[in-house]
């Protein structure tokens, strides 16, 4: 079975979510706050076996009850069991790969159902099969529900470690009627060889019980004593776990738990099941987390000839090690704006330069830095920004620094715009943009860039008072050699201004003019003095301490603007 479709309005943090699904192997990703977690919770909800959901008013968008949740999901790849008239055979649909759903299916379609979960302001769940002939929909019954051979691995791993309705470890064992009675006869025969008589401190208990109980009137029939229920040890409660030895698993590691609960499911999957894992790096280490991941990725390798019959797996990351290790085309970025949420696939054309920075895919927006000397540049002005106790640093916002590696600066922000994250690109202006200026702003990228052609290095050798100039040529000599770079300006120097008589063996000697500051930045551009994360800290150093005198100076000017961008986009 595979999901076609997703639709769910005011559910949570979901006002719509219209999603065409496509793939067996599916991760969603994003920031935090994107409601990956919820859109896997309303499948859960949607297609759950359980007759019975807890459901309170924070479970409706903006936690308002006045209107209905709705979740519909579309459903192919059916059991033939539920194909027949006696079940829903008469509510199927069609399902074509290019057009999508027909309320009356036609050749060459797949057979498929939408399944509805309506929730209104009394918090009972109704489960219908829903289409245009009958948009009233046929109730659909937890047991037909049962057959689609959903589960999900989340924060309560320990169910599906039980033998209880629903569990992925049921699910490996019989079917549910067979099972139930199953566990009831164990219950029983369980029942029979527990004594009350052994079990001296449950009794001690029980007495204690009906001594409390006596002045209030409570009067056993034939005496308290403890044993077995077996109501409450049967299918519905779990009460019959998985073991190590005598060791229940549920008390190991979670890594562990998890683990064993997810084979369970990677195997229901494998004979055409649903399976939903959330935050699947949760317990593992990286490296068993890689050995989970890349097993995975080989089950569902398009190349084998088992493929096509495998159910499908949804999972949700928090983790760059997932990202890395899944395929570009597995992977699914969600976005949510004003409760409106899409879900979009990487083009295959820019999935490398996404995977590139892992990391920024896990955020809210991107700032593309041209290179390592903006990155350096951008993280000490955070620790500026983030000092006054107002702002808070660019990890918690969610804004993430992205190194354009130079001329490929470009190229990773409009992968990044396109994909749905607010972008902006920081860079030198000192080479032609490629594409243009007006491209990249048509494609929503904001662009900083320095005036008159000019690197960082030069734009701050022009902009800082003269004392700011010294520090920059002291923190130069520090990265590099004094020598070095008084040799390096006094070429440069010669060349534009044909005069190094004042070009004394020490900087402070040095006097101000227009030509020297062109040349100093200009040897510090050529001889790649600050090209590196250090060196790029090294001249925010100096431009924060004198940014206050500068206030009308390019320099100034975009560092502000780089400022209001994040204010607007953090």
């Known amino acids: 079975m595979q999901i076609r479709h997703v639709k769910i309005e005011r559910f949570r943090g979901i006002k719509e979510l219209n999603w065409t699904v496509d793939g067996q192997l599916i991760c969603l990703i994003g920031p935090g706050d994107a409601t990956k977690s919820t859109i896997l919770s309303a499948i859960e909800y949607a297609l759950s076996p359980r007759w019975k959901i807890d459901l309170t008013d924070s479970d409706f968008y903006n936690g308002d009850p006045a209107e209905p949740f709705v979740v519909t999901v579309t459903v192919g790849g059916l059991p033939e069991e539920l194909k027949s008239d006696s079940k829903i055979g008469t509510e199927l649909r069609g399902w074509h790969n290019e057009d999508g759903l027909h309320d009356e299916p036609s050749e060459g379609d797949e057979l498929v159902v939408s399944i509805e979960l309506r929730v209104d302001k009394s918090l009972e769940p109704r489960w219908s099969v829903v289409n245009e002939r009958k948009p009233e929909g046929r109730p659909l019954s937890a047991t037909d529900r049962e057959t689609l051979g959903l589960t999900r691995i989340g924060e309560f791993v320990d169910h599906h470690l039980t033998w209880t309705r629903g569990s992925a470890l049921s699910r490996l064992t019989a079917k549910s009627e067979e099972l139930a009675n199953i566990l009831a006869d164990l219950s029983r025969a369980a029942r029979s060889v527990i004594l009350p008589s052994r079990l001296p401190d449950l009794n001690l208990a029980t007495e204690e019980i009906a001594r409390l109980g006596k002045p209030f009137g409570v009067h056993p029939k034939t005496g308290f004593h403890p044993h077995l229920d077996t109501k409450n040890a049967g299918f519905n409660t779990g009460a019959f776990s998985l073991h190590d030895g005598e060791v229940p698993i549920r008390l190991s590691g979670l890594g562990t738990r998890r683990l064993i609960a997810i084979v369970l499911q990677e195997k229901m999957v494998s004979d055409g099941a649903l399976a939903l894992i959330d935050e699947i790096e949760e317990g593992l280490e990286p490296h068993g987390l890689r050995r989970l991941l890349r097993t995975l990725r080989a089950r569902f390798d398009s190349k084998q000839p088992h493929a096509a019959a495998l159910g499908q797996l949804f999972l949700t990351t928090h983790s760059p090690v997932v990202i890395n290790e899944l395929p570009g085309k597995a992977l699914r970025i969600v976005r949510a704006n004003g409760g409106i949420v899409q879900v979009r696939e990487i083009k295959e054309e820019t999935q ?4 590139h920075s892992p990391e920024a895919l896990l955020g809210s927006a991107i700032i593309v830095c041209e290179g390592d000397t903006e990155i350096g540049f951008c993280r000490k002005l955070d620790d500026l920004w983030s000092q006054d106790g107002i702002r808070d640093p660019l990890a918690i916002r969610g804004i993430n620094l992205v190194d354009g590696e130079g001329v490929d600066s470009e190229r ?6 396109g994909a ?40 701050v050798a022009q902009d800082v008072p003269w004392p700011g100039v010294m520090e920059f040529l002291d923190s130069a000599s520090t990265l590099n050699t004094e020598e070095k770079v008084r ?82 986009h953090g």
């Open 420 to 459: 749905g994250y607010p972008t902006a690109l920081f860079g030198d202006s000192d080479r032609d943009l490629n594409p243009p200026e007006s491209q990249l702003k048509s494609a929503g990228i904001k662009v900083i860039i320095w005036a008159d052609k000019t690197s960082l290095e030069q734009r």
């Open 487 to 568: 040799r390096a300006v006094c070429a440069v120097y010669q060349e534009s201004a044909q005069d190094t008589k004042h070009l004394k063996d020490t900087f402070q000697s040095w006097q101000e003019t227009a030509e020297l500051r062109k040349a100093i930045g200009e040897a510090a551009k050529t001889g790649e003095w600050f090209k590196n994360i250090q060196g790029g800290e090294e001249l925010a150093n100096i431009v924060i301490k004198y940014l206050p005198q500068i206030p009308s100076t390019d320099l100034a000017l975009k560092i502000s603007t780089v400022r209001t961008w994040i204010d607007s």
């Open 352 to 355: 490398k330069r996404l995977k």
């Open 412 to 417: 990773r922000a409009i992968a990044f715009a």
